[in-house]
């Protein structure tokens, strides 16, 4: 699968025609990807091996290392988040990507390689080096294609990302070693380092190597000052991956491997993690509410919405992971929706400034209607996928911690005022600096946002589809984490376990 | 006594050596710089494959000398890296007016040095073989001598050269006078656990100041950005890879065999160079626009991490350093193979990164292979340097030395930004064209780039080759 995403990426370099050939490789691999969905996704529900693909081939060996990657139900979900997204972003940069279109594409897929590989990976050292094949062309495409000050972006985010990174390899290395001097087998594969869990001050110190390249990506709250020119800075599409994508990266790298190996250890610091998680969406909202720059209103918003996916993860109980897990989809989704909403008024006007802007509505009541769509699912309309997220991780957490939740629900109230402003200053509000005559949306752009409309709300009436085929992963985990800890926990693991197969069914 | 063996053994020294007079001669009789250079890649292809043909084996050759898999090994990478530097040197030097059949014949000898020291196992033998290796060095830097810069650079290497060497006899006299020995081998057995003599302590402290300054470690490294500016490219680049690795391999035979990073002192003496090395280096990079200054200030915090591997004081920790040191050869060579590929004979060297701004759309290859290069040197996944790091991390975790670990990683990502730099400067637009250049015209220069290229990233994703190779 991801071996042949990357066939596909090679191929692609030098053609004349990138463009479709870059669609129909995202097209192609979506397909595949929906096919395994509708395939397999009922039946790994009742299958103890929640495992649906598995391919492990060695690679080097002196190092034990091997090329394994491994699909499950929370790789499925994303995985096609990942190919539609990337669907997407190729079509938005249809028109306002014009210089170098081989290098972009081959960039872009080259990214979308190494984000569906990091959901894949289940060697570590894989998953750190797709980890790292992120980074490169994410910053092509931030400093060749971006915005007037994209180069300091660029910069600002390979070296936030590319020290975290390493951080995370040294507790990979730690670990590796550790494995090692137990059991005298020295590996890196994700089940084998599973089976042998280190614990008390090491397993913290290796943690934190994991949580400070995951919390660094979100980002997180004290981690957070690149996201603003990154996600402001880059071409929309970059915007998209990064935030609809890379971002869920570290939110998965959470629930795959912090959690599960180091249990103990993610338990200790559970509470001050969820209250950086909730002072995130607050500091958040806050943050965006006063942006003139709508780009980075939208990234200060998304900024906010990954408090939540602290606050769930760290909450440990399955109510909240399947929060997160609803969370990473509709939150990819009503992100990539804002950001190609600002790249379409960037395109007709030449400006995000959103003071510049105003009584859109006249001229383009369809583009109105549908950021209408995606700033409700934003700020959390009922009926909407977000609101389903959101619910189910706040309500997890309740169970972890009554008043942290209390503070994380502030956030949704927040967060109707900065959405609200979005709609407020660009289409309604009488224009300030000049009157806007511009053209509505064209076949093209109806078809990017109409699939991402249909998406959004078929996910919050019908949120089954992928709570259920990330339930067996859990399931899954949920086991092993059980069975590396022989003491009893304080949480009732069992009891919520029902609980949300109650709720799911 | 030599046996037989023993030569057989010796025979691509030999061959060099051979070749040395050879060139002398050829030039005697007609003075031509094609033949020369093609005489000059015939030695050292010769000797290349003498070496590999060599059966590999562990065993004393005379009392100076040691054949062992490292020795071959690294002998190996010198000499494929001195057939690389001077398919670089010929068309740099063809256009100059100066006499330059000559350079040859002292590009021989220097590497002739290196080789030597290591598979030096005496005193003697080393302290030769650096002579060897210094005086040819002396004059290569200064060999374009009209250039002031350049005879400046090589009195300055002279100076400071000899005091090095000064402090190494003195601290091998040391030595001899608490052990006795002047062998490795015999070092071995010499001082008992943990006892070190205060006059054994003094001896290896003076090596390890004239070692420093071969090695160009914080805080003996003064002479590098000065000498790698101002001598021709393909000169700065033998500095910067031969003559440093010969000398860390020393280094490593010397105080791998007296035991002395068992010595507390010792070993923490070893890690503030390495540690210093990394920051000073990586930081006094940030501030240079001049690429070869750029180049070595990243060489220096390079060796820094080098000694990573050292300290670690393991099997494991020799090879991730043969390992690295083949990675950082691979990338340095590109670098200034780069450096050299662009040379024109107009404007001369391109030695300011502004020099290259807007490559990448005028010639987007040549950037592409320039940017790959810079990866590995910042050691990012997927490119000869990250394997190279990845393996040391990996032998200094098993050895549990998690401060340089630290300061591995942290330095390694202030030097991201000096070479993220340079790739900016490459991906700015400009109209600046870059027409006239001598790599355009050598095929062999296009193949040997085209080489590298292969090397950095196939050690990067397939390194399990190169780590057999290294006897893993």
């Known amino acids: 699968?991801?071996?042949?995403?990357?066939?596909?990426?090679?191929?692609?370099?030098?053609?004349?025609?990138?463009?479709?050939?870059?669609?129909?490789?995202?097209?192609?691999?979506?397909?595949?990807?929906?096919n395994i969905w509708v395939n397999q996704g009922g039946v790994s529900l009742s299958a103890q091996n929640a495992w649906i693909?598995?391919?492990?081939?060695?690679?080097?060996?002196?190092?034990?290392?091997?090329?394994?990657?491994?699909?499950?139900?929370?790789?499925?979900?994303?995985?096609?988040?990942?190919?539609?997204?990337?669907?997407?972003?190729?079509?938005?940069?249809?028109?306002?990507?014009?210089?170098?279109?081989?290098?972009?594409?081959?960039?872009?897929?080259?990214?979308?390689?190494?984000?569906?590989?990091?959901?894949?990976?289940?060697?570590?050292?894989?998953?750190?080096?797709?980890?790292?094949?992120?980074?490169?062309?994410?910053?092509?495409?931030?400093?060749?294609?971006?915005?007037?000050?994209?180069?300091?972006?660029?910069?600002?985010?390979?070296?936030?990302?590319?020290?975290?990174?390493?951080?995370?390899?040294?507790?990979?290395l730690g670990l590796y070693y550790y494995h090692g001097s137990q059991t005298g087998e020295y590996t890196f594969d994700y089940f084998k380092l599973l089976s042998n869990l280190p614990n008390g001050s090491t397993a913290f110190w290796l943690m934190c190597g994991f949580l400070a390249a995951f919390l660094v990506k979100l980002p997180a709250l004290p981690f957070h000052s690149w996201l603003p020119d990154a996600y402001a800075e880059s071409p929309s599409a970059g915007s998209i991956i990064i935030a609809g994508l890379m971002s869920k990266t570290a939110a998965y790298g959470l629930i795959r491997f912090v959690v599960p190996l180091f249990p103990?250890?993610?338990?200790?610091?559970?509470?001050?993690?969820?209250?950086?998680?909730?002072?995130?969406?607050?500091?958040g909202a806050k943050l965006s509410y006063a942006q003139r720059n709508l780009k980075r209103l939208i990234a200060f918003s998304s900024f906010s919405h990954m408090g939540f996916i602290l606050v769930g993860v760290f909450s440990f109980n399955m109510l909240a992971f399947q929060g997160v897990m609803m969370q990473m989809v509709a939150h990819g989704l009503s992100i990539a929706g804002l950001f190609i909403i600002s790249e379409f008024i960037f395109e007709r006007t030449g400006t995000l400034d959103m003071n510049e802007m105003g009584g859109f509505w006249k001229n383009m009541p369809n583009m109105g209607g549908f950021t209408l769509v995606f700033v409700m699912a934003s700020l959390g309309l009922p009926g909407l996928a977000n609101f389903v997220s959101e619910f189910l991780t706040l309500a997890g957490a309740w169970q972890y911690d009554v008043l942290l939740a209390v503070l994380a629900t502030l956030g949704l109230i927040v967060s109707v005022t900065y959405s609200l402003r979005i709609l407020q200053k660009i289409f309604h509000q009488s224009p300030s600096v000049k009157e806007w005559t511009l053209p509505d949306f064209n076949a093209r752009e109806w078809l990017v946002m109409g699939s991402l409309t249909v998406a959004i709300i078929w996910l919050g009436l019908f949120p089954q589809s992928v709570i259920g085929t990330a339930q067996s992963a859990f399931d899954k985990m949920e086991l092993?984490?059980?069975?590396?800890q022989d003491q009893p926990q304080e949480i009732g693991m069992n009891e919520i376990l029902i609980e949300t197969n109650e709720l799911s069914n | 006594m030599v046996t037989l063996q023993d030569i057989h053994f010796l025979m691509p020294e030999?061959?060099?050596?051979?070749?040395?007079?050879?060139?002398?001669?050829?030039?005697?009789?007609?003075?031509?710089?094609?033949?020369?250079?093609?005489?000059?890649?015939?030695?050292?292809?010769?000797?290349?494959?003498?070496?590999?043909?060599?059966?590999?084996?562990?065993?004393?050759?005379?009392?100076?000398?040691?054949?062992?898999?490292?020795?071959?090994?690294?002998?190996?990478?010198?000499?494929?890296?001195?057939?690389?530097?001077?398919?670089?040197?010929?068309?740099?030097?063809?256009?100059?007016?100066?006499v330059k059949e000559e350079y040859f014949i002292l590009l021989i000898l220097a590497t002739l040095g290196a080789v030597l020291m290591t598979i030096s196992n005496h005193f003697i033998s080393f302290v030769i073989s650096l002579e060897i290796l210094s005086v040819s060095v002396f004059a290569l830097i200064g060999y374009l001598k009209k250039l002031e810069i350049s005879i400046e650079a090589s009195i300055k290497y002279l100076i400071l050269a000899a005091v090095a060497t000064g402090f190494i006899l003195f601290g091998f006299s040391l030595i001899y006078l608490s052990t006795g020995s002047m062998s490795l081998a015999q070092l071995t057995q010499t001082p008992a656990e943990g006892s070190f003599s205060l006059l054994l302590l003094t001896g290896l402290g003076l090596t390890i100041v004239?070692?420093?300054?071969?090695?160009?470690?914080?805080?003996?490294?003064?002479?590098?950005?000065?000498?790698?500016?101002?001598?021709?490219?393909?000169?700065?680049?033998?500095?910067?890879?031969?003559?440093?690795?010969?000398?860390?391999?020393?280094?490593?035979?010397?105080?791998?065999?007296?035991?002395?990073?068992?010595?507390?002192?010792?070993?923490?003496v070893f890690a503030v160079l390495a540690i210093a090395s990394m920051f000073v280096g990586n930081w006094l990079g940030l501030q240079q626009k001049n690429l070869k200054r750029l180049l070595a200030y990243s060489s220096i915090s390079h060796l820094g991490y080098l000694m990573v591997g050292f300290l670690a004081f393991s099997d494991d920790g020799i090879r991730s350093s043969a390992f690295y040191l083949t990675a950082?050869?691979?990338?340095?060579?590109?670098?200034?193979?780069?450096?050299?590929?662009?040379?024109?004979?107009?404007?001369?060297?391109?030695?300011?990164?502004?020099?290259?701004?807007?490559?990448?759309?005028?010639?987007?290859?040549?950037?592409?292979?320039?940017?790959?290069?810079?990866?590995?040197?910042?050691?990012?996944?997927?490119?000869?340097?990250?394997?190279?790091?990845f393996y040391l991390l990996s032998s200094g975790m098993s050895a549990g030395k998690i401060v340089l670990l630290l300061s591995l990683v942290v330095s390694s990502t202030i030097g991201l930004f000096y070479y993220l730099k340079v790739v900016q400067v490459m991906l700015t637009r400009s109209e600046t064209q870059h027409e006239f250049y001598i790599g355009k015209h050598s095929i062999l220069m296009q193949a040997v780039v085209a080489v590298l290229f292969v090397v950095i990233l196939w050690m990067g994703v397939f390194p399990s080759a190169f780590l057999s190779m290294i006897g893993m």
């Open chain 1, 480 to 484: 092993i984490q059980m069975e590396s």
């Open chain 2, 14 to 98: 030999i061959v060099m050596a051979v070749g040395a007079v050879i060139v002398m001669l050829a030039i005697a009789v007609k003075r031509d710089y094609t033949l020369s250079y093609g005489l000059t890649l015939a030695t050292f292809l010769a000797a290349f494959g003498i070496l590999v043909l060599n059966p590999t084996e562990t065993r004393p050759v005379t009392e100076l000398l040691l054949a062992d898999p490292l020795g071959k090994f690294l002998s190996g990478l010198i000499i494929a890296s001195a057939f690389i530097i001077t398919i670089f040197s010929y068309p740099y030097f063809r256009i100059q007016k100066e």
């Open chain 2, 328 to 389: 950082y050869f691979a990338s340095i060579l590109a670098a200034f193979g780069m450096i050299t590929y662009l040379t024109s004979e107009h404007d001369g060297e391109p030695y300011m990164i502004e020099n290259y701004r807007g490559l990448f759309w005028s010639k987007p290859w040549l950037a592409a292979f320039f940017t790959l290069v810079l990866l590995s040197l910042a050691g990012i996944p997927f490119t000869a340097g990250f394997m190279g790091k």
């Open chain 1, 53 to 172: 693909e598995d391919v492990n081939y060695s690679w080097i060996p002196q190092f034990g290392m091997n090329f394994h990657l491994a699909m499950d139900g929370i790789s499925l979900v994303m995985l096609s988040l990942t190919f539609f997204l990337g669907i997407l972003s190729v079509l938005v940069s249809w028109k306002s990507i014009q210089k170098n279109l081989g290098f972009f594409h081959f960039n872009i897929l080259w990214l979308l390689a190494g984000i569906s590989g990091v959901f894949l990976a289940m060697d570590m050292m894989l998953f750190y080096f797709f980890w790292e094949i992120m980074l490169v062309p994410m910053y092509f495409v931030m400093v060749i294609w971006g915005h007037e000050n994209s180069k300091y972006a660029g910069w600002k985010f390979f070296l936030f990302t590319q020290i975290s990174g390493l951080m995370m390899l040294l507790s990979i």
């Open chain 1, 264 to 283: 103990e250890a993610a338990q200790s610091i559970a509470i001050p993690a969820i209250l950086i998680g909730a002072l995130a969406i607050l500091y």
């Open chain 2, 210 to 268: 004239g070692f420093g300054f071969k090695m160009a470690l914080v805080p003996f490294h003064f002479w590098t950005p000065d000498i790698y500016s101002a001598a021709p490219a393909p000169v700065s680049t033998f500095v910067a890879t031969i003559s440093k690795g010969a000398a860390f391999v020393f280094l490593l035979r010397l105080f791998y065999s007296i035991g002395g990073l068992n010595n507390d002192n010792i070993w923490v």
């Open chain 1, 1 to 34: 699968m991801g071996g042949g995403l990357l066939a596909w990426l090679s191929a692609s370099f030098s053609q004349s025609a990138p463009r479709w050939i870059a669609l129909l490789a995202l097209i192609a691999d979506f397909l595949i990807v929906s």
